[in-house]
């Protein structure tokens, strides 16, 4: 299902793919993760306008388009298809007596503390604690024990959260104790505020956590956290505006932090728990060259292509093989260019590669109308698909030629937002 959360944003434009050409001795990197590699996840997230979710499945994809993801079994063209294959011993811990420990307010108190930490550590205001955002977040995680799940936000009503139920969002998550292993307050919270942050473990990571977290237009928050007999944590984070809090912003400066759904960028934030694990200097701020979060990467062209420092300068040791892809989790901005990170100072120019977003990996799309199947260099191949056939994609990406965003739906097969439908 398409996620239509806020997501944080730097206005960023992937730039069109352009002609290069190398001459003498070439050596590939291979210094970095490929597309191909696979990731194990434990705890996931999803959102919606206002809202994210955290929820347990285990989820991995390749460059052939193949989506396994246990929360759902859904079917569509041979070219793309998702295998269900449940994994029920990551959600049961291993005694009862261990989580039962937990002590409930405590955590609720501790996730209050961390959220604001993070934002203290991007300079923003601290969000004050309300009884009836408190009491509508612990409502919706006991309702997880319920239903056993936090999928697509069902039952969520910001009406519910009045009077705070302006610019209203939600955060919620499930997380299994054996991936927890702490009755630990503080580190329960700095857990699930790593992985909203982060989104680790997330089939379809945004970044929608992190925006509603680091909203500069939200005044108001309620924490939820149950614990399920099963061992199963359930955490909800409510955020919104009363009427005289909502007065206080520009509506076309909340607006537009909202507006940015289409962007496939984070916001430019920091987190010290995330952070920790960046200690190189391709990941720190200087002058003439800042990072920001990405979830994707780039595939190159018929060429042979090169690779940059984080100072700009191409390299003479290193060039990427032609036609392949390579995951990416920053991309750099460096004397006003866009790079995109591949290994270890290791940059791809924006106009040398088709950059793509990994987010939307598992959303199935349905062709509107005798849709056109581009290639990774945007060119038609003279293929379509069939109106109202659907499928399952795992990038999205600008197309270089048409400037149309586009979905890829099968290796080297993309066709465009203008005629497709997302599900």
Known sequence: MFSKTKRAAILLAAAALLTTSLGGNIVYADTNSDVNNSTTSVTTADSDTNKNVETATNNNSDTNNQVVNPATSTSSDANSSVTTNTNSANGVAKTQSTYSNIDIMAVKT???????????????????????????????????????????????????????????????????????????????????????????????????????????????????????????VYFSQEMGNNQASHSQYNANDIYAYYLTNENDYANVSKYDLADSGRTNPDYTNRDNYSVADVRGGVTTKDKVTPIYDRNGNKRVDLSLAPDTSWASDIIAIIDGNFYYHVSTNGFVSANDALPWASFLAGTTVTATTTAKVYDNNGNYTGATVAPKSAWIVDRRAVNPLTNVKMYRIGTNAWIQQNQLALN
């Open 110 to 232: 501790a996730m209050f503390n961390e959220l604001n930490r993070l934002r203290s550590q991007n300079g923003l205001m601290p969000l004050s604690e309300v009884a009836e955002l408190n009491n509508y977040a612990q409502k919706r995680t006991d309702s997880f024990i319920q239903t056993g799940s936090v999928d697509n936000h069902a039952g969520w009503n910001s009406a519910d959260m009045y009077p705070y139920y302006l610019d209203a969002e939600e955060n919620i998550a499930q997380m299994p104790y054996s991936m927890i292993n702490s009755t630990d307050p503080t580190v329960i919270a700095q857990k699930i505020t790593h992985e909203f942050y982060s989104e680790t473990y997330d089939p379809e990571p945004n970044y929608g956590h992190r925006k509603n977290m680091l909203n500069p237009y939200i005044n108001y928050v309620g924490i939820g956290v149950s614990v399920g007999s099963d061992g199963m």
